[in-house]
């Protein structure tokens, strides 16, 4: 089937508005991953979901950030009052839960710019 | 806290010139993970490396996992312009998360 799909691909917003991220896991796959990576470098963990479990969200950098996984599938994260400081680009990535692997597969990523 | 450094960086070398990335932490993990990512896409894993010890080889890329699974390394024998691109390493820690290292940003030049 197809890959995780992400979208906005492309994301430009001015400082103070909401935005919406979504992804699309990869059928099956029961974990989801939020990630943010800055121009070049390595990725910071944001939250992650695991089933019906409740979700990790202790790489949340501020009160702003929140993320929902509605029916165990698609998932949406939502930056609040967004700063300057938050542009980057968001990678979502799942993860089939079988047999301990820990192989994640990514997204394309949203680009964020906050002017 | 679970740390791996990645170095170099950045690397950038002629085409058909060999290079080494390393990855370290003082801490063990059960498995490290390698990926590649090209600008404007998400990153794609190129191996998983279990064992200590263990040595791996995709193509031209060799793996390696330290004998007491804190480090690893990655190889690339006669570097192409298409192996360009950042690599992460990334190690297994508790709950199916994984530790990123910062990454090395790998340019070829023909």
């Known amino acids: 089937g197809a890959g995780v799909s992400q979208s906005p691909s492309n994301k430009v917003t001015e400082k103070g508005k909401d935005v919406e991220l979504r992804c699309d896991p990869i059928s099956g796959h029961t974990a989801l991953y939020w990630y943010r990576q800055s121009l070049g470098q390595g990725l910071e963990f944001l939250i992650y979901f695991q089933g019906n479990s409740a979700p990790d969200k202790s790489g949340l950098p501020s009160d702003r950030f929140s993320a929902e996984r509605t029916g165990g599938s698609v998932s949406t994260l939502t930056i609040q009052r967004t700063q300057q400081e938050d542009s980057a680009v968001y990678l979502c990535?799942?993860?089939?839960?079988?047999?301990?692997?820990?192989?994640?597969?990514f997204g394309p990523g949203t680009r964020l710019t906050v002017t | 806290t679970q740390l791996l450094e990645q170095s170099p960086q950045f690397l950038s070398i002629q085409e058909g010139e060999n290079l080494t990335v390393y990855c370290n932490s003082s801490s063990v993990f059960s498995s490290l993970q390698w990926y590649r990512q090209e600008p404007g896409e998400g990153p794609v894993l190129l191996v998983t490396v279990v064992t200590g010890g263990e040595v791996k080889k995709l193509k031209r890329l060799t793996f390696q996992f330290g004998d007491a699974r804190k480090d690893s390394s990655l190889h690339i024998t006669a570097a192409q312009p298409g192996d360009t691109g950042l690599y992460l390493c990334a190690g297994a820690a508790s709950n199916y998360q994984l530790i990123w290292g910062a990454g090395t940003k790998l340019i070829i030049k023909p």
């Open positions: 990535a799942s993860r089939r839960d079988r047999g301990g692997s820990y192989e994640q597969y």
